[in-house]
Structure formats: structure tokens, C-alpha cells
């Protein structure tokens, strides 16, 4: 499938035979024009605009506050720069539980406003009638279990979820009703590693981990922990491949410097 630019799209079939050929998926965030279009020319195949943007964007503890209105204004920027890559919008939360036609209502938001090719919801078995109503749609939908951050207070804590044998049975079922239902893939949030491959051995769709070890099909992080940008956000699933706070902190700076001494601009700079 080719974008208006010419350029071929991957699509949720990329990345059924992505699976299919052992060809692992690399998968970020992203929220914002500038970025986004980085990333896609960097090559990724999804770009995730997450509810995260919660707090990465606007600084909030929890993903709980993001509403609907600000992930498709998030989601029409990252369209707008995106030629390349599938783009996945996370539904916020209360957008989509218990109630399969405000799900669909939500998904067909995004998908017309934004212009995005997919979305992305938090659960398994809670919330199978709004998945199943969304793909009514022709709406392609991306799973996400173990740490679902939307739960948070359900939770109590963001430590690893499915260590226990009950927990991680219920997760290879949620998994299972996920792929029956139509789901394209499902993402695969801190849990522990031998649980991730065996989900992903048992499944036919793409599984995209976050702390979830080497043994799925592919991987997503925040593009913000990637670069350096969040710092005081430490897990140890998170590798950072850049120390921009540091260069940021060291720019902006020199900048102040310069604007106090008469440094800038120069002649040159000047008209
Ligand atoms: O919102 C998000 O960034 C996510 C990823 C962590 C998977 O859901």
C-alpha cells in the first residue's frame, strides 16, 4: 500500500509475515509533528501515539486524565508526518470500557479525524465486546495486556505483572480470545520473559514487548526514555540510546550566554 508521498506503508499484513519470516518488529511513540516525522524516516514500522503523552506531554502522574480530543489532535500530528509506518492510537481510558458502542463511537473518531490506521486498547477478557464491535468496523485493533497502565489504581503499584501462576494463565487465555477476536497484535507490558515467548509461541499475531524480554516479536518504547529525555523514569527495561537532557540542559545554556554577553546574534545573523 503506498501513502500519498509514493512510499510503501506497512501494513498489519507487514507484520502478520514479519512474524510469519522471523523478522522482528521495531516499534516507538511518538506524539508530535516534528518527531514523528524522525522516526519515520529513521525506518520504524509502527509508530505508537500512546497515552503516555499523559505524561510525557502533559506531565501527568497516570495515563488516566488524557481525553479522547487530545489523542487525535497527538495522532493527527504524528499523521501528518508519518509516511512509512503503520500508526496505532491508544483509546484513552474510559473511552472504550463497558460500553461496545461508545468503543466503536471513540475508534471511529481517531480513524476520521485523525487519520490513523489503527487502535490500541488495555485488557483481555473485560473488554472482548468492544474489541469485537471495533473490528465491525473494519478498524484494525492491537491488544495490550500484563501492565496495563489505565488500571494503575486497580493495581496499586507498576511493578511486574503475571509472576503468579493464575495470573499468567489468565494472560495466555486473554491472549488467545485477543487473536479469535480478530486482533492484529498485541503489546505485551512487563512480564516476565518465559511467559512472553510462550504467549508468543501459542499465538499466530505479532506480539510487540515492553519488558517483556527478547522472546516476542518485536519491541516498543517510549521515544522520550530512548533519547534521554525522561530521566527520572527508571526501569530497567528501558535502554537509552542518547543523553539529550544533558545536551538540552548544555544548549539551551550556551544560549542564555550568549543572549546575555551580546554573543547572539552576529552580524550574519542579522538583516
Ligand atoms: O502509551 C504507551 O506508550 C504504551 C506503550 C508503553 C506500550 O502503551
Known sequence: MASSKGVTRVTTNTLQKMKLEGEKIAML???DYS???LVDMAGIDVILVGDSASNVMAGHETTVPITLDQMIYHATSVVNAAQRSLIVVDLPFGSYQ???KEALNSSIRIMKESGAHAVKLEGGSEVIDSVKRILTAGIPVMGHLGLTPQSIYKFGTYTVRAKEEREAQ???EDAKLLEESGCFSI???KI???LATNVTEQINIPTIGIGAGSGVDGQVLVLHDLLGITVDFNPRFIRRYLNLEKDIDKAIKSYIKDVREVNFPSDDESY
Request: proline share 6%; net charge neutral.
Open 187 to 189: 503489546v505485551l507490558e
Open 35 to 37: 518527531l514523528a516525522k
Open 29 to 31: 511513540t511518538s506524539y
Open 98 to 100: 463497558g460500553d461496545s
Open 192 to 194: 516476565p520473559s518465559a
Open 170 to 172: 489468565k494472560l495466555l
